[in-house]
């Protein structure tokens, strides 16, 4: 069959959407890929050549009194016609929407060609845009269970959010080696998303002097806008460290981490979850619905990880409780066994294989 699979906007949607289109791939369809116009898509899709890639206009949903509201409407309303004509020339028979609003118009397209219309959901809260496109799909795929209840009306199955293909544990001195860091040191992964986070940051920076005679060296993916920032600190202090905005293949940097420091992104949830990476959440507070916090709550509840609400972090905090797990590797084993409970048993097949029988269904009908 042919697919099209929405997934721009933030590595939460691309991420899995790319590990949907790759089990499609191997299994024989045809796959396109719509992303946003935002440079972390194509960062992200750099290096990857076997899917028809087309970018749709940015569309985030403004407050109904913002003067941006028309703009929304406008790209909304360009994305649609793009959706459509590129529809005419590809001929899918099944669209996936991955989340936002970038996907909410391929979606509709879809619907509107008469074709089977999905949308994966990977947060236990659903954003605005699934909860609307959700009543013109034939069914919705779930990362996590507790987000049934938020779609009654509409058919839900708990897929898990997909993990990239190439996300394969490695050897852990080889994968610090090709960081340039010590084989045998505890080792703390922070990172914020796909695009950083200040906040993160902040934290880790205030938290390294409450560090100091602690083993302990760093990798820490700090976006962009700090990359500099964040380096000169860990110099400062004396802290080995490997530091980059962004990384590409990060089954090299899992698999060197011990722990880690993070948002609580479903994307980077199950991406942790599948190589049993315990750590620390601070969920992003400005988050729609505060649905980081109720992700870090799943993880919390069963021992995979330690919440801690960004309002309340402090350096001298965060320290504790970077110490308190790295001077008891019992505590990191006992979590790092509760995470990978948690970790998505092949959700990209089960999404494709929905995707296949919903199309299949059609065809005999």
């Known amino acids: 069959m042919n697919a099209v699979i929405a997934c721009g906007g933030t590595g939460g949607h691309l991420f899995p959407g790319i590990a949907v289109a790759e089990v499609l791939r191997d299994r024989g369809h045809e796959v396109m890929l719509l992303i946003s116009e935002k440079d972390i898509d194509a960062l992200a899709l750099s290096g990857r050549t076997t899917f028809q890639v087309e970018k749709l206009p940015t569309v985030g949903l403004p407050s109904a009194f913002s003067p941006a509201f028309f703009g929304f409407i406008r790209r909304f309303c360009e994305s649609l016609s793009l959706c459509r004509s590129l529809y005419r020339k590809f001929k899918p028979q099944v669209v ?5 609003f970038t996907s909410t118009a391929p979606v509709l397209a879809g619907r509107i060609r008469g074709i089977a219309t999905f949308i994966h959901e990977s947060n236990a809260v659903p954003g ?35 993990v990239r293909t190439e996300l394969v ?17 505890p080792t703390l992964l922070v990172m914020g998303g796909s695009q950083g986070a200040s906040g993160i940051n902040q934290a880790l920076i205030k938290s390294v002097p409450f560090l100091q005679g602690v083993p302990l060296q760093v990798i820490h993916l700090s976006g962009t806008r700090d990359e500099r920032l964040v ?6 202090e004396n802290v080995p460290a490997y530091i980059a905005a962004f990384y590409h ?15 609580a992104g479903a994307a980077s949830l199950a991406e942790f979850a599948a190589f049993s990476l315990p750590g620390i959440l601070i969920p992003f507070p400005y988050a729609t619905d505060d649905h980081q916090t109720r992700n870090a709550e799943i993880y919390a509840r069963v021992g995979a990880a330690i919440l801690l609400k960004e309002s309340e972090v402090t350096g001298e905090l965060l320290a504790r409780k970077i110490r308190e797990l ?4 019992q505590l990191i084993q006992q979590m790092a066994a509760n995470c990978s409970r ?24």
């Open 96 to 100: 996936l929407g991955m989340g936002g």
């Open 128 to 162: 605005k845009a699934n909860r609307m496109t959700a009543r013109v799909v034939n069914a919705v795929m779930l990362g996590f269970k507790e987000c049934a209840p938020f779609f009654p009306k509409t058919h839900t199955e708990v897929t898990g959010t997909p």
């Open 169 to 185: 544990r490695l050897d852990r001195k080889v994968a610090r080696q090709k960081l340039g860091l010590h084989e045998d040191l």
């Open 231 to 236: 380096a000169d600190n860990y110099r400062r």
């Open 249 to 263: 293949r990060m089954e090299e940097i899992y698999s060197a981490a011990d722990l880690f420091v993070a948002r």
């Open 326 to 329: 790295i001077q008891d590797p």
């Open 342 to 365: 948690l970790a998505p048993k092949d959700a990209a097949g089960l999404v494709a294989t929905t995707m296949e029988k919903y199309t299949t269904h059609e065809a005999r009908l």
